[in-house]
């Protein structure tokens, strides 16, 4: 079946850091790859995506770019804010046939910045 | 558009109660879907409906019943709570079109099972 890593957390920066986040997966195919981000006391909305090898996800200062040979999508940002303190989810999906869009999610990083 | 809407927002049930989590979106999508998420371990999918009508299985059914009363709803239904159920539940939906599609994530609901 499909799987998702992150790396371990929480992970802790200051202000202007640079960061990144380990995401690798295991799955049949050619998934689709998400990261979705949750901000205290809300639900998750999508940061960003990439939806064939090499494609490169981007959004808000975010990327990450589909890796199939190591089978990795690192989210990466190159200066946090304190408004990037949040939960950070690595989603895939199965694309087409009888996955109806489902999502496997790995275990999300809690990410703090500090001033 | 309100999105996808979720009721309550908080929930606290004694073992063995029964209660059902509503869902709704107004975006006209065909699939919807519900997870729970416990710490450490991400969300885990309980079931989905990929089209009005019809629900299956998700990671972790049991324990769990759902309806998709119409395209715009989609229902949790805990028949006999248990304390592992206690969990944030988060409510999807998606226009699915053979494609890549996001997911569109409701605010949750916190239960708690004593």
């Known amino acids: 079946g499909n799987s998702v890593t992150q790396m371990e957390g929480p992970v802790t920066l200051s202000e202007e850091a640079f960061l990144t986040i380990n995401c690798t997966y295991t799955?049949?195919?050619?998934?689709?790859l998400f990261w979705y981000v949750q901000y205290p006391g809300e639900g998750l909305q999508l940061l960003l995506k990439?939806?064939?090898?090499?494609d490169k996800g981007s959004n808000k200062g975010f990327e990450a770019t589909y890796r199939k040979e190591t089978t990795s999508f690192h989210l990466e940002k190159g200066s946090v804010q304190v408004s990037d303190s949040a939960v950070y989810f690595c989603?895939?999906?199965?694309?087409?046939?009888?996955?109806?869009?489902?999502?496997?999610f790995g275990q999300g990083t809690i990410l703090t910045v500090h001033p | 558009n309100a999105g996808v809407t979720q009721t309550p927002k908080f929930q606290v049930l004694k073992t063995g109660q029964s209660m059902t989590l509503q869902c709704a979106q107004d975006?006209?999508?065909?699939?919807m879907y519900w997870y729970r998420q416990d710490p450490g371990m991400g969300l885990r999918l309980i079931y989905y409906?990929?089209?009005?009508?019809?629900?299956d299985k998700g990671e972790v059914p049991n324990g769990y019943n759902v309806s998709r009363l119409n395209k715009r709803e989609f229902s949790l239904r805990l028949e006999s709570a248990a304390p592992s159920q206690t969990s944030v539940y988060f409510c999807?939906?998606?226009?699915?079109?053979?494609?890549?599609?996001?997911?569109?994530f409701g605010p949750g609901t916190r239960l708690t099972v004593l």
């Open positions: 990439a939806t064939k090898a090499d």
């Open positions: 989603a895939l999906s199965d694309v087409g046939g009888t996955s109806y869009g489902k999502l496997t």
């Open positions: 409906s990929a089209s009005e009508g019809t629900t």
């Open positions: 975006m006209n999508h065909n699939s």
């Open positions: 799955a049949t195919g050619y998934p689709s």
């Open positions: 999807a939906s998606m226009i699915r079109d053979g494609s890549y599609n996001e997911q569109f």
